[in-house]
Structure formats: C-alpha cells, structure tokens
C-alpha cells in the first residue's frame, strides 16, 4: 500500500512539473519599451556629441508587445511600433538621426492569432508578420517571457 501511495505521489509530483510549465492558455504576456535594453547598449557605446541625438530619437519611439495564449498552440500576438519624428524634433535630433530613425523603424501595427510550439521552457512562436520564427524562453516561475531570438533581449512580464 505504501508502495503505490508513493508511487502514485512521484506520478503526480512529476506531472504537475511538465504541465505546470506548459499549461499557458489563458496567460498574457506585455513589455511596454522592447527596446530599453538596446537603448542601454547603443548609449554605453556612444560618444558625447551622438548622445543627444541617440537621447532624442529614442524617447520617440515606443515598440510594445503583447503575448495572449489561446489554447495548446495557437497564441495571438500583438505588436505595435511608432516613431514620434515631432517628438525626436522637439527633443533636439538632428534632421540626418530623425530621417535614418524613420528609415529604420517603419511603424505600425502587426497583430492576429498564430502558431506556438514549446519544449520544455523553450517557445517558438511565429511572427504574425513576417511568418518568421521568434524564440522565447518562459522563465521557472512562468512570469517572464524573454525573448532570446533578438538581439538585445526583450522581456515580456506576465500580467494576467
């Protein structure tokens, strides 16, 4: 009896760890500023007569995310991306930093419902977008969900 009281424990411990971390329907995911690593790194590497300009451009744009997962595969994805060129102006860029900023940052908004697939922390989902597989690596405490696909990393924190 004791026997398959514990063997019945292990099953059940072991269960509720593979499924406890890839039970996701229902959680959403949300970074405001996916750039706000990058911004760190372009500012470390920047001299002082670029940073006012960097300082500028990058206070006008604003790159949000948001992960809802639907059901055992099917995530819907949202992603929204502007750039301020008023705001860059009105901060002081220079018109060269405001037009390569433009250039590089084209805004809009992708979002629609789309395929995941997930092993163990590690998550494929493919971009609404441009069909392109985007890696993400949820975290132990499934409260995070960073993306390691990019360089620099985005981290969307679990808001629901």
Not at 45 to 64: H, L, P, R, V
Not at 97 to 108: D, E, H, L, S, V
Request: charged share 25%; proline share 1%.
């Amino acid at each position: 009896m004791k026997k398959i009281i514990l063997t019945m424990t292990i099953a059940f411990a072991a269960v509720v760890n593979v499924c406890g971390q890839s039970e996701l329907i229902g959680r959403v995911y949300h970074c405001d500023n996916m750039f706000a690593a990058g911004i760190k790194e372009v500012k470390a590497q920047a001299d002082k007569n670029e940073m006012s300009n960097i300082q500028a451009i990058t206070s006008a744009i604003t790159a949000k995310r948001t992960v809802k997962f639907i059901d055992g595969k099917t995530a819907h994805v949202t992603t929204v991306l502007k750039f301020d060129e008023d705001k860059a102006k009105a901060n002081g860029a220079s018109w060269f930093y405001r037009k390569m900023a433009k250039m590089k940052f084209k805004t809009g908004q992708s979002s629609g419902n789309t395929s995941y697939t997930i092993k163990g922390n590690k998550l494929t989902i493919i971009s609404v977008k441009s069909q392109k597989p985007i890696n993400y690596e949820l975290s132990q405490d499934g409260q995070t969900l960073t993306e390691i696909s990019s360089s620099p990393q985005a981290i969307l924190k679990r808001i629901k």
